[in-house]
């Protein structure tokens, strides 16, 4: 990843360019199989969020996504928490379920639970974050009087879920932000989630979790990674492209990631000035 440039100096070049925010994703122990066929490593997302929330002022600062179950709740609302506090309050914690078994059993942590543990998670995290005195006993920890402090600077953190089920979307109606994955059939059978293949089936489960939100429905985030990654090539179809962009926004998406594949920081400084330009 550091071949594209350094954290400090992409950062710096989203919010010198007006993008509204900068993401990285979490993948701590990825098998070898699964590098090879297309996989990719990582930095540690909250480190470096952190540094990127040292130097800039106004992007948001997003897991797209953390794996809730690979830390313990108390470990990941403190990392959470301290990358918000770093960035004065711009931080989005994008939570998902996690898919990769091998990357499960490398860190010690039961695949088949993985769902239970989320939910464990997600009640634990905004008590957490509010400074609340918490007694708890969860399916690997036993919390007696605990309390996480300091509290971050929103209250709270938002979190958006990753995912395209039935129960992400429950999970996002109640929390506030989607991060549903627009994709082939192929993509979502690797990642373990119900797929969603185009912008009108995205449409209609936006719409059905809006309703499961009741009021709160319309104020929910939903951000979506363009498919085409493309998008991000300076001298590609810039109609083609925002044509599909204003599609994703009538299908009601706030937010539009957008991937690059550059290896070089010169390279990746003009991707980001080509999709600023081209499409703010």
């Given at each position: ?133 918490i ?38 109606a ?8 627009l ?41 979506v ?33 957008v ?13 980001i000035?080509?999709?600023?330009s081209?499409?703010?």
């Amino acid at each position: 990843m550091t071949d594209a440039g350094g954290v400090a100096e992409v950062a710096r070049a989203v919010e010198r360019c007006g993008l509204d925010g900068l993401a990285f994703t979490e993948h701590p122990a990825p098998s070898a199989k699964w590098l090879a066929a297309g996989g990719h490593q990582t930095v540690d997302p909250f480190v470096a969020l952190g540094a990127a929330g040292a130097v800039t002022d106004s992007i948001r600062l997003v897991t797209y996504l953390s794996v809730a179950s690979y830390r313990n709740p108390f470990l990941l609302g403190k990392a959470a928490a301290t990358v918000d506090i770093v960035s004065g309050g711009r931080f989005v914690l994008g939570l998902g379920a996690g898919y990769q078994k091998s990357e499960f059993r490398a860190l010690g942590v039961d695949f088949e639970r993985r769902n239970d543990a989320f939910d464990e998670t997600l009640d634990i995290l905004p008590r957490y974050w509010r400074g609340e005195t918490i007694t708890v006993t969860g399916s690997s920890f036993d919390a007696r009087d605990v309390i996480g402090l300091p509290r971050p600077m929103q209250d709270p953190i938002p979190i958006w879920i990753g995912g395209n089920s039935r129960r992400a979307a429950e999970r996002a109606a109640s929390t506030g932000g989607w991060m549903p994955m627009l994709s082939a059939e192929t993509v979502s059978n690797t990642t373990r989630t119900a797929h969603i293949g185009d912008v009108e089936t995205l449409a209609r489960r936006i719409s059905e979790m809006r309703d499961l939100a009741g009021d709160r429905g319309p104020s929910i985030e939903v951000l979506v990674t363009c498919p085409d990654h493309s998008i991000a090539e300076p001298g590609t179809e810039v109609e083609r492209h925002r044509d599909f962009l204003g599609r994703l926004g009538d299908a009601g998406v706030t937010w539009v990631g957008v991937q690059g594949h550059t290896t070089s920081l010169s390279a990746t400084v003009e991707s980001i000035e080509h999709v600023a330009s081209s499409y703010r």
